[in-house]
């Protein structure tokens, strides 16, 4: 079967330069970007339960631009005065520009890895081990950013500021696709939450995180297309191989 049309369970890439849209040319196939998951805050009330003192770290670690926006609404409904000394260690150069919506940019305080790569942004803070870190995080954790932290040399907590819930189709949505990715086991849990009788038959479904892929084997259902693996550390590589090969099939 040659794919059209694939669904992407993530927002639509905010720069032209995504390996997404070279795809598309490339392999002529259309790529719609529509979450399966959303993000809903966690009230004070609720936070406060994790028995977490924001003011006993010295630096926050911010994956995403989610994380910013929640961390900084919960210290103004707890009436917390962040210090002028608390520094910032973002995944990447944009989420720590988004910082500036809610603080005095300083370099000498706020850092970000230059590929976007957790792992370029561990090799910063382990440079910076006398920091007592605070991640800020939903309550579905990447498992790969949680394994790179607990390799490193810095010593954090993790802080569940805002939940990952299900982004809910509506009755005249088009779900009319000839491939799905997903990025979490939460995106599977919302395919099955909104299409109960889901029947893949020739549907192909990608995913990326060793954690997704259980989800996508526990509900029983064909994964074709995962990410990473040796010699695939992307789910834009693998889905451009998985193409390659779909191609060759459908030629002969």
Known sequence: MKIKKILVSQPQPTTEKSPYFDISEKYNVKIDFRPFIKVEAIPAKEFRTQRISILDHTAIIFNARHGIDHFFRLCEEMRITIPETMKYFCIS????????????????????????????????????TDEKYLLITSDVQNEE??????????????????????????????????????????????????????????????????????AVRDAGLRLDCEAPLPGVPSMTMALENFLKETNKKVRK
């Open 93 to 128: 150069e944009s989420v720590a520009v988004y910082l500036q919506r809610y603080i005095h940019y300083r370099k000498r305080k706020v850092f970000f890895g230059a590929t976007g790569k957790l792992a370029d942004l561990v090799t910063i803070m382990n440079k910076h």
């Open 145 to 214: 950013t949680m394994s790179q932290l607990e390799k490193s040399k810095i010593t954090y907590n993790k802080a569940v500021m805002y939940k990952t819930v299900s982004n809910d189709f509506g009755p005249d949505e088009e779900f009319n696709y000839d491939m799905l990715m997903f990025f979490s086991p939460v995106g599977i849990a919302s395919l099955l939450k909104n299409f109960p009788n889901f029947e893949q038959g020739d549907i192909a479904i990608g995913c990326f995180g060793a954690t997704t892929a259980q």
